[in-house]
């Protein structure tokens, strides 16, 4: 379906609202374009703008968070912090076309506002983060900023309350983004270590005899212990994604090909970062193109079909 249709079979109307979800479908088609894709290709049309709305929402967060001093991206939290309570509490919509996207996905989700209030609050991990010294560490960030930010659209596909499936909806959609952050921090191992941090542990760097000044001037002589390193992560990262295979499980079918989808990619990506290997130390991983879009090709063809069967 085309966009415009969309968004008018969401009930957005106004110009307005409407060039403000457009910008954000095309920061989103930008920089996420598997997860781009598959919301077009395997959702109902009414819930593409705010699905958009809330990944670009996150993603605008994130890009004010992500870099630079702590004191900096800690500042810029606390005044995006304000500025997102005022948008969401206001009466009159707000300027910015991401905030003004994520006014009204709020309206007609009222949901959403305590969600965005959840992630807010768990972005103040994410601004402070220089890296973990544990394995205890990274499993609170994941619980207290990488949870909370998957599900801001993973909430817009829960299952209905009264189906008692909210716990393990929740459980499925942590193992889920466990494993994606696990995927992520490897594929970004090189990026990352730019940046004077990565995602992988001290403990674990110890574990394998590597230090972290090795990682970050790309010294040849700890590519073997990086492969070792990859290949346990690695493994961490699959026992995540397999606990999550039941999610799609959990929610309507129409939502299903969506879930499975996602859950295929990020298997696609762990197998990238696998194969690249020691080699993570020099350039990203990622899954092919060609590789994805089967992915995404198959799961239309269950969607087309449970639309033909719902019929």
């Given at each position: 379906?085309?966009?415009?249709?969309?968004?008018?079979?969401?009930?957005?109307?106004?110009?307005?609202?409407?060039?403000?979800?457009?910008?954000?479908?095309?920061?989103?088609?930008?920089?996420?374009?598997?997860?781009?894709?598959?919301?077009?290709?395997?959702?109902?049309?009414?819930?593409?703008?705010?699905?958009?709305?809330?990944?670009?929402?996150?993603?605008?967060?994130?890009?004010?968070?992500?870099?630079?001093?702590?004191?900096?991206?800690?500042?810029?939290?606390?005044?995006?912090?304000?500025?997102?309570?005022?948008?969401?509490?206001?009466?009159?919509?707000?300027?910015?076309?991401?905030?003004?996207?994520?006014?009204?996905?709020?309206?007609?989700?009222?949901?959403?506002?305590?969600?965005?209030?959840?992630?807010?609050?768990?972005?103040?991990?994410e601004a402070s983060w220089t890296g973990f010294d544990s394995e205890a560490d990274?499993?609170?960030?994941?619980?207290?900023?990488?949870?909370?930010?998957?599900?801001?659209?993973?909430?817009?596909?829960?299952?209905?309350?009264?189906?008692?499936?909210?716990?393990?909806?929740?459980?499925?959609?942590?193992?889920?983004?466990?494993?994606?952050?696990?995927?992520?921090?490897?594929?970004?191992?090189?990026?990352?270590?730019?940046?004077?941090?990565?995602?992988?542990?001290?403990?674990?760097?110890?574990?394998?005899?590597?230090?972290?000044?090795?990682?970050?001037?790309?010294?040849?002589?700890?590519?073997?212990?990086?492969?070792?390193?990859?290949?346990?992560?690695?493994?961490?990262?699959?026992?995540?994604?397999?606990?999550?295979?039941?999610?799609?499980?959990?929610?309507?079918?129409?939502?299903?090909?969506?879930?499975?989808a996602l859950i295929d990619v990020q298997e696609l990506r762990l197998l990238a970062?696998?194969?690249?290997?020691?080699?993570?130390?020099?350039?990203?991983?990622?899954?092919?193109?060609?590789?994805?879009?089967?992915?995404?090709?198959?799961?239309?063809?269950?969607?087309?079909?449970?639309?033909?069967?719902?019929?």
């Amino acid at each position: 379906m085309r966009w415009a249709a969309a968004l008018t079979q969401a009930g957005i109307t106004d110009p307005r609202q409407r060039r403000a979800y457009d910008v954000q479908r095309r920061l989103v088609r930008r920089f996420a374009l598997h997860e781009y894709v598959a919301a077009r290709l395997l959702l109902p049309a009414q819930l593409h703008p705010p699905v958009i709305a809330a990944v670009a929402y996150m993603h605008a967060t994130d890009e004010l968070i992500d870099t630079g001093e702590v004191d900096a991206r800690q500042a810029a939290l606390q005044h995006w912090d304000e500025e997102t309570t005022a948008a969401l509490e206001g009466s009159r919509p707000p300027e910015k076309p991401v905030l003004l996207a994520l006014w009204d996905m709020a309206r007609r989700h009222p949901h959403m506002a305590a969600r965005v209030r959840a992630f807010l609050d768990g972005a103040a991990v994410e601004a402070s983060w220089t890296g973990f010294d544990s394995e205890a560490d990274f499993q609170a960030y994941v619980d207290s900023y990488s949870l909370p930010a998957l599900m801001l659209t993973a909430s817009l596909l829960a299952p209905d309350p009264d189906a008692g499936a909210d716990e393990p909806f929740v459980r499925g959609c942590r193992a889920l983004i466990e494993g994606w952050q696990r995927c992520d921090f490897l594929a970004d191992l090189s990026e990352d270590a730019d940046q004077g941090r990565i995602g992988i542990p001290q403990e674990e760097l110890d574990r394998n005899g590597l230090k972290f000044e090795d990682v970050r001037s790309k010294s040849e002589a700890c590519v073997p212990a990086l492969e070792q390193l990859v290949v346990a992560q690695a493994g961490r990262a699959e026992e995540a994604l397999a606990e999550c295979r039941a999610l799609p499980s959990l929610v309507t079918a129409e939502y299903r090909p969506f879930l499975d989808a996602l859950i295929d990619v990020q298997e696609l990506r762990l197998l990238a970062v696998r194969q690249a290997g020691g080699s993570l130390l020099l350039r990203e991983a990622g899954p092919g193109t060609p590789a994805a879009l089967r992915v995404l090709a198959r799961q239309y063809r269950h969607a087309q079909t449970q639309q033909r069967q719902a019929q």
